[in-house]
């Protein structure tokens, strides 16, 4: 962290209450640097389940494998792992934590990796993307619903933005922004999966959804 920093106030462990308990984007990005060497390790101890089910949808909506995809708040690049193993040549990661891309990087499967901040523009051209994924970014204290805005604008006409929601924040405010942007048509629903819980031996009464859209 930059000198003069407050990260003495950080907690000494990581866990899904403190980072969702962030005050605002900067706590994030320090937690989730702070916590970037053990991030896998944990959350794969608690069985971490959004990947695979993700997965699913790209495999049946994303059809060209060499595409450009970018995973949006890639962390360590799990999602990364689990595309470029089905096939996904072209894969570009963006994170607010500058430790986790670090990670991701040392994975070796993107093309590109760069430290952006979801809810803030975005620095690709429109259209960028054939496909956009956003994996645990939609949470509690994490990336706001007008992220969702950008997502879409980078994303071509045609192509699919595939993303996990937990379902408290979809009732409390992502709910609106999904059918706002239905309403304006920016993008048409494909699928969604049921409710599940995605942190079975950490928290199973805790459950997200993936929705998968395409863009006009």
Do not use: C
């Not at 060209?64 to 089905?86: E, I, N, S, Y």
């Not at 992220?147 to 879409?152: C, I, P, R, T, V």
């Amino acid at each position: 962290m930059s000198e003069g920093d407050d990260s003495g106030n950080l907690p000494s462990t990581y866990d899904l209450s403190s980072v969702f308990a962030a005050k605002d984007s900067r706590e994030v990005a320090e937690l989730y640097d702070h916590w970037a060497d053990d991030y896998e390790q944990s959350i794969l101890s608690w069985g971490y389940l959004t990947p695979a089910v993700t997965s699913w949808f790209v495999g049946r909506f994303v059809e060209d494998r060499g595409a450009p995809v970018l995973d949006a708040g890639a962390g360590t690049g799990l999602m990364g792992d689990v595309l470029a193993t089905l096939g996904y040549s072209d894969l570009v990661a963006i994170d607010i934590s500058e430790n986790m891309l670090a990670h991701a990087r040392g994975k070796g499967v993107y093309r590109q990796t760069g430290r952006m901040e979801l809810g803030q523009e975005l620095d690709f051209p429109t259209g960028a993307f054939a496909a956009v994924v956003a994996t645990g970014v939609f949470a509690a204290g994490h990336a706001p619903p007008e992220s969702l805005d950008e997502l879409a604008r980078v994303t071509r006409n045609g192509g699919s933005v595939i993303f996990s929601v937990r379902t408290d924040v979809l009732e409390d405010t992502f709910g609106a922004t999904l059918e706002r942007l239905e309403e304006e048509g920016r993008w048409e629903r494909l699928d969604e999966t049921r409710p599940f819980s995605h942190l079975p031996l950490e928290d199973p009464e805790l459950k997200l959804q993936v929705f998968a859209y395409r863009v006009r």
